[in-house]
């Protein structure tokens, strides 16, 4: 446990406490601002993780020209 305080977290992440604290009340900040508090209370490796495509485990040429670089297409919905 880290038992930061806002003023510490803050302080150690770059980000101005106003931020912080709007943050915890209404939950919007910037996307820049995100990245910062989680490279200080960890989790920004898991992110960046899960936004790596998944890999084909390929065992052969012939699977990779088989599949022909092909994934299976889905149409996105309007709001």
Request: glycine fraction near 10%.
């Amino acid at each position: 446990m880290m038992e930061l305080t806002q003023e510490g977290l803050a302080e150690q992440s770059g980000v101005a406490l106003a931020t912080l604290r709007k943050f915890e009340q209404k939950g919007h900040i910037s996307l820049e601002s995100f990245l910062k508090l989680l490279w200080i209370v960890g989790g920004l490796e898991e992110l960046l993780h899960s936004l790596n495509p998944p890999k084909p485990n390929f065992t052969s040429i012939d699977e990779v020209l088989k599949d022909g670089g092909r994934r299976e297409r889905k149409r996105g919905r309007k709001k």
